[in-house]
């Protein structure tokens, strides 16, 4: 008998993964955790029946994630980054020495044991002795804060459920008091292409235009997540992510990436017409 697992992406669409075996179901305070392993993109993480990250594709939402705003803000020295139970992003986060403290803050410890079990690739990032684990919900969390941090990345899940306070006009606002005046947001940005994801990146681009001064969003290519064309805000106080680019300055790092290079840098913000016309509509 043959096991899959499938996403409903729409009421239309829906997408599939052949899978050999679970390596891990449990239903903790907040949400369903399980874990696959499949021949075509390894192990793979869902929560509540949705792809959060498989083994073959989560590098690119990774680094784009990490390196798109560490390649402009070369003093970058406290981070917090909120969500990111997988570890992903910490673990690109890490390749840089001048970070002297990361703070995460996931409002499910159950997720972030779990990918230390069975997604050591990501989740071994936690180890890192300027990462300081907090598991509580992120909205409050930021909301104490005011001038303390360079960078804000923000991994959440999907606009609904655990995650939903972390796509509102409060917390967008919170982030920008807990900047510091050279400080950038970088948050998840959902998917333009289809009707319903398309709503919700107007929302969230309308929510975060109105506390930045500079807010940009950019995109990659996904191929686990919703029509594979993902996209992420890059806001700023200080910051534009192409004006301010630091290009020759990040390569002397010799960061070895798979993903994300310098020229891709540059076109991950030239964005479709399509979306350029959803953002357009809520800008003003």
């Given at each position: 008998?043959?096991?899959?697992?499938?996403?409903?992406?729409?009421?239309?669409?829906?997408?599939?993964?052949?899978?050999?075996?679970?390596?891990?179901?449990?239903?903790?305070?907040?949400?369903?955790?399980?874990?696959?392993?499949?021949?075509?993109?390894?192990?793979?993480?869902?929560?509540?029946?949705?792809?959060?990250?498989?083994?073959?594709?989560?590098?690119?939402?990774?680094?784009?994630?990490?390196?798109?705003?560490?390649?402009?803000?070369?003093?970058?020295?406290?981070?917090?980054?909120?969500?990111?139970?997988?570890?992903?992003?910490?673990?690109?986060?890490?390749?840089?020495?001048?970070?002297?403290?990361?703070?995460?803050?996931?409002?499910?410890?159950?997720?972030?044991?779990?990918?230390?079990?069975?997604?050591?690739?990501?989740?071994?990032?936690?180890?890192?002795?300027?990462?300081?684990?907090?598991?509580?919900?992120?909205?409050?969390?930021?909301?104490?804060?005011?001038?303390?941090?360079?960078?804000?990345?923000?991994?959440?899940?999907?606009?609904?459920?655990?995650?939903?306070?972390?796509?509102?006009?409060?917390?967008?606002?919170?982030?920008?008091?807990?900047?510091?005046?050279?400080?950038?947001?970088?948050?998840?940005?959902?998917?333009?292409?289809?009707?319903?994801?398309?709503?919700?990146?107007?929302?969230i681009h309308k929510r975060i235009v109105q506390?930045?001064?500079?807010?940009?969003?950019?995109?990659?290519?996904?191929?686990?997540y919703p029509s594979g064309h993902w996209l992420?805000?890059?806001?700023?106080?200080?910051?534009?992510?192409?004006?301010?680019?630091?290009?020759?300055?990040?390569?002397?790092?010799?960061?070895?990436?798979?993903?994300?290079?310098?020229?891709?840098?540059?076109?991950?913000?030239?964005?479709?017409?399509?979306?350029?016309?959803?953002?357009?509509?809520?800008?003003?």
């Open positions: 008998m043959e096991l899959w697992f499938s996403e409903k992406q729409n009421d239309e669409v829906k997408f599939s993964i052949k899978v050999n075996k679970q390596l891990y179901s449990a239903k903790s305070e907040f949400q369903r955790i399980d874990i696959f392993e499949s021949n075509e993109f390894g192990r793979f993480l869902t929560l509540d029946g949705v792809m959060m990250m498989t083994e073959k594709d989560e590098f690119i939402y990774h680094e784009m994630m990490t390196h798109v705003p560490m390649s402009v803000h070369s003093n970058v020295e406290n981070v917090l980054v909120i969500g990111a139970g997988d570890g992903g992003v910490v673990r690109e986060l890490n390749k840089y020495d001048n970070i002297k403290n990361i703070d995460v803050v996931e409002i499910d410890e159950m997720v972030v044991r779990a990918c230390e079990e069975f997604l050591p690739n990501t989740a071994n990032s936690f180890k890192d002795k300027r990462v300081n684990l907090y598991f509580q919900d992120g909205l409050k969390f930021v909301r104490r804060l005011e001038n303390v941090y360079n960078l804000i990345i923000v991994d959440s899940t999907d606009p609904f459920g655990p995650g939903e306070g972390l796509f509102t006009k409060e917390f967008y606002g919170n982030c920008y008091k807990a900047l510091k005046e050279d400080g950038i947001l970088v948050n998840q940005h959902e998917s333009p292409f289809y009707k319903e994801d398309a709503i919700a990146v107007q929302r506390s930045f001064h500079t807010s940009m969003v950019y995109q990659a290519h996904i191929p686990t992420f805000g890059f806001s700023s106080k200080k910051y534009h992510p192409l004006n301010d680019f630091k290009d020759k300055e990040w390569k002397k790092l010799g960061i070895k990436t798979r993903y994300y290079n310098t020229q891709l840098h540059k076109g991950a913000f030239a964005l479709p017409n399509y979306v350029e016309e959803l953002l357009k509509n809520v800008e003003a």
